[in-house]
């Protein structure tokens, strides 16, 4: 299973904020679509990734305003990316070894989706629903297995 996979079923809806915007319009946008992290862009130039844990970590915990705080000043710069051809075991490896929960998706070095954790997990869900199910019929018909 690979992230094109992923993406055919989540979608490609790519949710950003610009550097300049303030931390408490990029929460808001987040609360609104009910997501947890945005891409940081400049025209079409993937900057950096706000996450909740952005949010905690540099706003909550440090006392500042997330109304007067711009973006900029505290995206994660590092940002790890994937390809459409890379595997979902792929990301899920790099999401544990990074310990992030968001990948955005380069496809020609252009922003082509975002997965997050939550995705990868309903697409290897749904693979396995797909493998017990063909078991079952093998096993029900005695017929052979197609996997």
Do not use: W
């Amino acid at each position: 299973m690979f992230v094109r996979d992923v993406l055919k079923v989540k979608g490609n809806a790519v949710y950003s904020v610009k550097p300049n915007q303030t931390v408490y319009e990029a929460i808001a946008k987040m609360d609104e679509l009910d997501i947890g992290a945005l891409l940081v862009m400049e025209d079409d130039n993937l900057q950096g990734i706000l996450s909740e844990r952005d949010y905690r970590s540099k706003i909550i915990l440090k006392g500042r305003r997330s109304k007067s705080t711009a973006v900029s000043d505290i995206m994660s710069n590092q940002v790890y990316c994937v390809e459409p051809t890379d595997s979902v075991q792929d990301c899920m490896s790099i999401m544990t070894e990074k310990k992030i929960r968001h990948l955005p998706v380069l496809k020609d070095d252009e922003v082509a989706g975002v997965v997050s954790i939550g995705d990868l997990v309903k697409s290897i869900i749904s693979k396995q629903k797909v493998e017990i199910n063909n078991l079952r019929g093998y096993i029900q018909e005695g017929g052979t297995y197609p996997g």
